[in-house]
């Protein structure tokens, strides 16, 4: 295991360059998703927008509670005139299926991205997020346990660094 397609999440679901905050927001919350694939209105993947990016977006307000002024409340709502095209990530960053999952990881550790869209010949055909990452890396420590035991892994140089660098991609 380790392959890029083997970790990728192959169902892509896209939003529109023009779609709300909100749309993107709801869309995530109701497919379990973190990161939309960003299209134009002839369809094509243009960018692609996160959590954090949707989260940017956010307008919050504080509101007193009618029983006690000196307590609020605070809500939060999104303007309707912000869309996702004024915050996506673009151009759309992507690899092609045969790239080293590692050459992946670099990249987000270095650019501090936590997904990016796979391609095959251009044509977009999954993405794989720091989720994905740690998915593998679990099922490799699993892999792992019966042969080592836990204090050689966690001073062994590989998973410190692999600590490391996870902590640096901000999650």
């Excluded at 045969?98 to 992946?104: G, N, Q, Y």
């Excluded at 420590?141 to 062994?156: A, G, H, P, R, V």
Aim: glycine share 4%; with cysteine; charged share 25%.
């Amino acid at each position: 295991m380790g392959q890029t397609e083997e970790i990728m999440s192959k169902k892509l679901i896209t939003i529109s360059s023009n779609a709300s905050l909100h749309e993107a927001y709801q869309m995530m919350r109701n497919n379990w998703v973190r990161h939309l694939p960003v299209t134009d209105t002839a369809g094509q993947m243009i960018g692609l927008i996160s959590d954090r990016d949707v989260y940017r977006g956010v307008k919050a307000v504080s509101l007193a509670l009618p029983s006690d002024t000196r307590r609020t409340m605070e809500s939060w709502y999104f303007e309707p005139e912000h869309l996702v095209k004024d915050f996506m990530q673009a151009p759309l960053q992507m690899f092609d299926r045969a790239t080293p999952l590692k050459k992946i990881v670099d990249r987000m550790i270095d650019e501090k991205a936590s997904a990016f869209v796979i391609s095959d010949h251009d044509e977009p055909i999954g993405i794989v997020t720091t989720d994905d990452c740690l998915r593998l890396l679990h099922h490799l420590l699993n892999d792992e346990e019966d042969q080592w035991t836990w204090d050689s892994w966690f001073l062994s140089p590989g998973f410190q660094k692999a600590v490391y660098s996870i902590g640096q991609t901000g999650l």
